[in-house]
Nanobody, 123 residues
Framework: VQLVESGGGLVQAEGSLRLSCVVS????????MGWFRQAPGKEREFVAA????????TLADSVKGRFTISRDNAKSTVYLQMNSLKLEDTAVYHC?????????????????WGQGTQVTVSA
């Protein structure tokens, strides 16, 4: 299994970024994809999760209304569209994958992780 993120960078507050995660070596019919983030000095936290088979998704309260998670089956890619970015969204963002049905918000439920991509929001 391989997860490769891209799309991070430096953006001003209220700006937008779209993160991508290309996934390979998985069984898509039972795949759950998640996005987590870790800010300096803080624990990793859940951001979003999506069930590949039926596009069901869930978002952390802190990003609802600003972030969306989606996927492109043909490109084996999951996206995190981030709008109205705030300073507190600054973090390393990781995509993660697990097999199952539950849209888990628990990082230990995810067996596979990408290397992470830095998102920095400036004032």
């Amino acid at each position: 299994v391989q997860l490769v993120e891209s799309g991070g960078g430096l953006v001003q507050a209220e700006g937008s970024l779209r993160l991508s995660c290309v996934v390979s070596g998985v069984t898509f019919s039972t795949l759950i994809m998640g996005w987590f983030r870790q800010a300096p000095g803080k624990e990793r936290e859940f951001v979003a999760a999506l069930r590949w088979s039926d596009l069901s998704s869930t978002l952390a309260d802190s990003v609802k209304g600003r972030f969306t998670i989606s996927r492109d089956n043909a490109k084996s890619t999951v996206y995190l569209q981030m709008n109205s970015l705030k300073l507190e969204d600054t973090a390393v963002y990781h995509c993660a994958a697990r097999n199952g049905w539950r849209l888990s918000r628990i990082e230990n439920d995810y067996a596979y992780w990408g290397q992470g991509t830095q998102v920095t929001v400036s004032a």
